[in-house]
């Protein structure tokens, strides 16, 4: 399994929102724990720069500015953060942060891993809590958290999918499944099923295009010539989901991705509501981190998360997107130049690309 640590969308939400504080603040203690970048202007810095501080939405985390590098971002030559002395304490962490992952069930036993760390125990717990802003034993429940939503979207039952987790009672999954998951396993487990979502349909410049959210964000994109096979899709994608047409003409989301694909709001970053399992997520948080007008190969976006073997399942997380465009898989082509496959068709890729390349340029 890959070092959860490695990427932005693999730091548990304890760990970002200490992390993001770090930014806001210009903490320069934590110079050398980590790097952040902005999407919009494809730059990462060290959490003390004395640069704007970015809204939270268009910041990535990385663990080392080499990572940063592989999915796009170039140094700022402001506070230099390829140049920031590595903290020691975060490659120990970093090692701890790998047993507990490798773990059968992601246990956090504080013997076991000071250990791994070569410290004693307590030392172990102060450290990851400074470094992490976690314990041991908060990352191993994120861990297994995600697990367990991976397993459910693979249509596993619930009681398998829990042990394979690494929950070993019904009861301890049910009684912290609401705060985490935000409904029981079962709901998460039926694909849609208890979503409520709205679609509007607008003229754009690839033809017709669908927008589907709900109050959290953006649940599909889909590009066609024709309304009837639109609707069918986001029905397929979502078949057991409440689904109803928007009463609104045109929401603020639609209005921006319609712009967006008019060549006229290039900086698009809309919230996203999609159904998925961890590899998707974080293969999609991967695309979302692709600067406008650049690409990517497939094999670049698995060696960017971490998993140089898995370009394979890069492609089929890219060819089962239900958020085009705010989630951008026609930025990730072939090895060869060649564009590859395209749910909505490769003219439309090739449009799309031409487009940001020349929208880049300018």
Same mark, same amino acid.
């Given at each position: ?7 932005? #969308? ?10 993001? $504080? ?5 903490? $320069? ?22 640069? &704007? ?10 663990? @080392?500015?080499?990572?940063?590098? &592989? ?11 390829q140049r920031a002395p590595r903290d020691p304490r975060t490659?120990?962490?970093? @090692? ?24 004693? $125990? ?12 976690? #314990? ?23 009681? #398998? ?19 985490? *998951? ?7 487990? @039926? ?14 410049? *690839? ?7 709900? /109050? ?20 397929? /994608? ?42 998707? &997520? ?11 007008? $650049? #690409? ?37 082509? &072939? ?20 487009? /940001? ?6």
């Amino acid at each position: 399994m890959a070092k959860l640590s490695n990427t932005a #969308t693999n730091f548990p939400a304890r760990v970002r929102r200490g992390y993001l $504080a770090a930014v806001a603040s210009r903490d $320069a203690r934590a110079d050398g724990v980590f790097v952040y970048a902005v999407r919009s202007t494809g730059i990462y810095c060290r959490p003390s720069c004395a640069s &704007r501080r970015p809204r939270a939405n268009q910041v990535l985390l990385f663990a @080392r500015p080499e990572i940063a590098e &592989r999915a796009g971002f170039r140094a700022c030559r402001r506070c230099h953060p390829q140049r920031a002395p590595r903290d020691p304490r975060t490659e120990m962490i970093q @090692r701890v942060c790998a047993a507990i992952e490798t773990s059968e069930g992601a246990r956090a036993d504080l013997r076991q891993l000071a250990a791994v760390a070569g410290v004693s $125990a307590t030392h172990l717990q102060r450290t990851f809590r400074k470094v992490m802003g976690v #314990t041991p034993r908060q990352y191993a429940n994120e861990i297994r958290l995600g697990r367990l939503k991976s397993n459910l979207r693979k249509e596993t039952n619930v009681t #398998t999918a829990m042990y394979e987790a690494g929950y070993e009672s019904s009861s301890r999954l049910y009684e912290q499944s609401n705060a985490q *998951l935000g409904m029981t396993p079962a709901t998460y487990r @039926r694909g849609g099923r208890g979503m409520n979502i709205s679609y509007s349909i607008a003229n754009c410049a *690839l033809g017709r295009v669908l927008v589907a959210f709900t /109050e959290r964000g953006i649940s599909a994109v889909f590009l066609g010539d024709n309304d009837g096979p639109l609707v069918t899709a986001l029905r397929e /994608e979502y078949p057991n989901a409440e689904i109803q047409r928007s009463s609104e003409k045109q929401s603020e989301w639609v209005s921006g991705i319609v712009r967006h694909l008019a060549g006229l709001y290039p900086g698009l970053d809309l919230p996203t509501d999609v159904v998925g399992t961890a590899f998707q &997520r974080r293969v999609w948080e991967a695309l979302r981190a692709i600067p406008y007008g $650049a #690409t990517r190969t497939y094999s670049e976006v698995a060696l960017g998360l971490g998993l140089p073997k898995s370009t394979r399942a890069v492609a089929r997380a890219c060819a089962t997107n239900a958020a085009a465009i705010v989630v951008p898989c026609h930025r990730v082509v &072939r090895k060869d130049g060649s564009l590859g496959g395209y749910r909505w068709g490769l003219k439309r890729k090739e449009q799309l690309l031409r487009q /940001e390349s020349a929208g880049a340029r300018g």
